[in-house]
C-alpha cells in the first residue's frame, strides 16, 4: 500500500495508474552523468571513458570518471622576483605569484615545507628564522566536471644564517699617532654567514682598512670606527681619541748649533707628560755646560750632546749641541810668539797627534820643523806631543779643534769638522803665509787610512797654498798599505832612521794598542810625493 502525505495530511493511495508510476520511476537508471563528453572539454584534458565494447541494456552499464588537473602554464610562483631565492634569516619575503585573469577567483593556499625555518602568511608573506632550506608551496584548489582537484606550485627558500649583534672592544687605552692597532669585531652568532667590513668617519685622523679592520692613527681626534655586516646592515660604532704619542722635545729641534763661547737657552716641549722634575745633564762639559733650567754655554769649539730627563726617567731626550769656530785660532801676533818659529824652516800640518811622528818622524831628525797639529789641545795626548817635539828636537804648538765627540748610545764619534772648516782653513793659511818656507808637508788628498779629518787638512792646506803661491814646496805623505800588502820594491828607511822614527812613535804610549794594530808595518816607510806630482 502506498501512502501520500498532503497538506499535513497523510492518506492511503490506492488509484493502480499511480502506482505503476511511482514504481516505474525508482527502478530506471540514471542517465545524466552518462553522456558523451563534448570536444571543447576534451581540449581542457577531462577524459571521460566508457565502455561500449558489449552493448548491454542501461541498467547493466558502468562508467569511470578521470579528472586531471588543469595545465597551467601561465601560473607561476616566484619570491623576490626569482624562482629559487637565497636570503639571510631575519628577512621576509614577498611571495608574487601570477596567473591570468580568469583564476583570480580562485581560492589559493600557501605551505612551508619546514616552519621552523620559514613560515609563510596566507597573503604569500614568507617570515625567515634561522638558517635552512624550506620549500613554500601554492597550492590552488578547483573543480572540473564537478570533480574536485589540486594544483601546486613550488618555490626554494634558502636561508643563511644573518649577523644579529657586533661588538668591537676597546682593547688600548691610548691610540698614538703613527702607530697601528689591529681592531677584532665579536660577532653574534659565530657561524653567521655574512661579510663584515669597516669604515671611519674621518681617514684623515684614522684610517681604517675596509675588510681587516686594522687602523693607522695620523693625527689628533675624536673619530667613530664602524664595523658592519654587508647583508643584514648590523654595526657597532666604536668611538676613539688619536692622540700624539707622549713626549718631550726641543723646540730646537735635534742639533742646534752656536758660536763658541756663546750660549743658548734651550726650550722643551711637553706632550701628554707632566711639566715638572725635568734634569738636564752635559755629554761633555769641556764642549758646553748646561744649567738645571737649560741654558747652553759654550766652552770650546766641538760639539756636545745635551740631554733632559724626565721625573719619572722614562724620557731621556737628547739634543747636539754643535759649537762652530769660522775665525780660526791663529793671528800673526799669536804665532810670532811661538817658541823657535822663527828658526824654523820646514813646516808641517797635522790633523792628530802622532801622525807627524807616523808619516814624517823620520824627516823630522834633519831639524828645523815648526809642526802644527789642529787638535787635542785638551786631552792627554797634548802632553805626549809635547814629549815628541822634545826628541825630535822640533818646534810645535797644538790647537784645540775636535777630534772625537761622545754619542748618547756611549761610543766615541769622529767629527767632520763641518763646524770648524772655516776656521781651519784660516788657520793654516796664516801660518802658511806668516814666512816663507823651504818645504810645507800634510797629509794627502786620500788621508792616508782615508780618515775624514785627515781630508780636510789636505784641502785645507793644498787651497791655502795655492792661494799663497806656494804649491811648489807642497809635499803630501806617502800611501798607506796594510800589512802583507806592501811592494816589495817599496823604498825603505835606513836602520838609524828608523830606530829615530820609533823612538818618537813609542812616545804615544796611549796610542800604542792602535799603532801597533793598524800602523806599526808602516814605521820603515816614509814616501812623500810632492803635491804637483801626486796622481
Not at 246 to 253: H, R, S
Request: glycine share 4%.
Amino acid at each position: 500500500m502506498i501512502y501520500s502525505k498532503i497538506k499535513n495530511k497523510t492518506k492511503l493511495i490506492t488509484s493502480p495508474m499511480l502506482i505503476a508510476m511511482l514504481t516505474l520511476s525508482l527502478s530506471a537508471p540514471a542517465f545524466a552523468d552518462t553522456q558523451p563528453t563534448p570536444a571543447s572539454d576534451k581540449t581542457n584534458t577531462t577524459n571521460t571513458t566508457v565502455n561500449t565494447d558489449n552493448k548491454k541494456d542501461a541498467t547493466d552499464s558502468v562508467e569511470e570518471k578521470k579528472v586531471s588537473v588543469p595545465n597551467y602554464k601561465e601560473v607561476a610562483l616566484k619570491a623576490n622576483n626569482k624562482k629559487n631565492v637565497s636570503v639571510y634569516s631575519g628577512t621576509k619575503i614577498k611571495l608574487l605569484p601570477s596567473y591570468p585573469e580568469k583564476l583570480r577567483k580562485k581560492k589559493f593556499i600557501y605551505r612551508s615545507s619546514n616552519p621552523e625555518v620559514a613560515t609563510v602568511s596566507r597573503r604569500g608573506l614568507v617570515k625567515t628564522n634561522k638558517k635552512g632550506r624550506a620549500n613554500i608551496t601554492l597550492i590552488l584548489r578547483g573543480r572540473k566536471n564537478r570533480v574536485p582537484y589540486k594544483a601546486k606550485f613550488k618555490c626554494k627558500v634558502i636561508i643563511k644564517q644573518s649577523v644579529t649583534s657586533i661588538n668591537v672592544p676597546k682593547t688600548e687605552a691610548h691610540y698614538y699617532v703613527g702607530k697601528k692597532y689591529n681592531l677584532k669585531a665579536n660577532v653574534f652568532p659565530a657561524f653567521h654567514q655574512e661579510k663584515i667590513l669597516w669604515k671611519t668617519s674621518d681617514k684623515s685622523k684614522i684610517s681604517v682598512k675596509r675588510k681587516t679592520g686594522v687602523i693607522k692613527v695620523k693625527a689628533p681626534g675624536d673619530v667613530t670606527i664602524t664595523a658592519y655586516s654587508t647583508k643584514t646592515n648590523k654595526e657597532f660604532n666604536l668611538q676613539l681619541k688619536a692622540e700624539e704619542v707622549p713626549d718631550v722635545k726641543f723646540d730646537e729641534g735635534k742639533t742646534v748649533t752656536i758660536d763658541q763661547f756663546t750660549g743658548i737657552q734651550l726650550h722643551l716641549r711637553f706632550i701628554n707628560l707632566p711639566t715638572q722634575g725635568v734634569t738636564y745633564k752635559s755629554m761633555d762639559p769641556s764642549i758646553a755646560t748646561v744649567t738645571n733650567t737649560g741654558y747652553v754655554k759654550s766652552n770650546r769649539c766641538g760639539e756636545a750632546y745635551i740631554t733632559a730627563t724626565t721625573a719619572d726617567k722614562k724620557k731621556i731626550v737628547p739634543i747636539k749641541v754643535v759649537c762652530k769656530n769660522s775665525t780660526g785660532f791663529l793671528s800673526t801676533a799669536a804665532i810670532a810668539n811661538f817658541e823657535g818659529i822663527d828658526e824654523c824652516t820646514n813646516l808641517m800640518i797635522v790633523a792628530h797627534p802622532d801622525d807627524e811622528a807616523l808619516w814624517g818622524g823620520a824627516h823630522l831628525k834633519e831639524g828645523k820643523w815648526f809642526i802644527l797639529c789642529l787638535t787635542n789641545q785638551y786631552t792627554l795626548r797634548k802632553t805626549e806631543y809635547r814629549q815628541m817635539l822634545e826628541k825630535a828636537n822640533a818646534k810645535g804648538a797644538i790647537l784645540d779643534y775636535p777630534d772625537i765627540f761622545y754619542e748618547t748610545t756611549g761610543k766615541w764619534k769622529i767629527s767632520n769638522w763641518n763646524s770648524v772648516r772655516e776656521g781651519v782653513y784660516k788657520d793654516v793659511k796664516t801660518i802658511i803665509g806668516y814666512k816663507k818656507w823651504d818645504q810645507i808637508i800634510t797629509h794627502s788628498p786620500s788621508g792616508e787610512t782615508g780618515h775624514t779629518q785627515h781630508k780636510v787638512t789636505n784641502a785645507e792646506v793644498t787651497k791655502a797654498c795655492k792661494e799663497l803661491n806656494t804649491f811648489n814646496n807642497l809635499w803630501y805623505f806617502g800611501t798607506f798599505y796594510r800589512v802583507g800588502c806592501i811592494p816589495a820594491d817599496l823604498p825603505k828607511l835606513t836602520p838609524e832612521e828608523i830606530e829615530f822614527k820609533e823612538a818618537l812613535v813609542n812616545t804615544y804610549w796611549h796610542e800604542m794598542a792602535s799603532i801597533d794594530k793598524y800602523w806599526r808595518q808602516m814605521i820603515p816607510y816614509e814616501n812623500w810625493v810632492m803635491a804637483k806630482d801626486y796622481k
